[in-house]
């Protein structure tokens, strides 16, 4: 069966301010953004990809422009169902903000239980993830047979759920799991069982650097930046 290619969106202004988008329109990349999705061709290059997909929105569409610039011949097709958690009344708000909120120790802690107000639950978040993926999947292996590889761009809590689909485990365990922005994330199915090849690979290790207090102004060294964060400094 296909591997998946999974590639978190580049930096965006929401990362660098510390602001949890969700759906909120005009989020574009910063200029860290822009250059990490300008080398996405480079760093992807031995990768036959035969098709990509995308979130439908901007930060993601702008993290794919390079690609897609660089393969012609290589097509995006949008899916909703790998678009971003739909936080509900939480969208726009600050992280730094949202970290005092009682339900935020639930999100960290207990996230199977989370509905946001106004949104979606993490279940169903998961759930159209996952759905998406083994619709691809069966797509991928009619039209190019066994072993073809193709790209997804997504977003921080999406690409996690769907790491966690794949190594069987519970969603309350997802936010030890952490994906950079503009990270390559790849999983190879199997009829049997899904393989994961790689989590969260920037090429880099800036990202182990230990952390100091950035924009996302956690509540606790402890704790997961819901939808993913900024990244290295």
């Not at 239980?113 to 991928?140: C, I, K, L, T």
């Not at 790209?151 to 809590?157: F, P």
Request: net charge negative; proline share 6%; glycine share 10%.
């Amino acid at each position: 069966m296909a591997t998946l290619i999974l590639v978190r969106h580049g930096r965006s202004t929401a990362n660098t301010e510390g602001v949890l988008a969700g759906w909120t329109p005009d989020v574009h990349l910063d200029e860290r953004g822009a250059a990490q999705a300008a080398g996405l061709p480079a760093r992807l290059a031995a990768v036959p990809l035969v098709a990509a997909v995308s979130s439908p929105l901007e930060r993601c569409r702008e993290t794919l422009a390079p690609l897609l610039e660089a393969r012609p011949a290589l097509t995006v097709e949008t899916d909703e169902r790998i678009g971003e958690c739909h936080y509900g009344d939480w969208s726009g708000r600050k992280l730094k903000e949202l970290a005092q909120e009682p339900m935020m120790e639930v999100v960290q802690h207990h996230p199977s239980a989370v509905v946001f107000p106004g949104g979606e639950s993490m279940r169903a978040m998961q759930a159209r993830a996952v759905d998406a993926v083994r619709d691809w999947n069966a797509r991928v292996d009619l039209e190019h047979g066994d072993g073809a590889a193709f790209l997804m761009c997504s977003h921080g809590d999406i690409i996690k759920s769907l790491v966690a689909d794949a190594l069987g485990m519970h969603l309350d365990l997802f936010q030890r799991i952490h994906v950079e922005p503009c990270s390559v994330t790849a999983i190879r199915y199997t009829r049997s069982r899904p393989f994961l090849l790689r989590l969260g690979d920037t090429g880099e290790l800036g990202a182990l650097v230990p952390p100091t207090q950035g924009p996302q102004e956690k509540a606790a060294d402890d704790d997961a930046v819901v939808g993913g964060g900024a990244g290295a400094p």
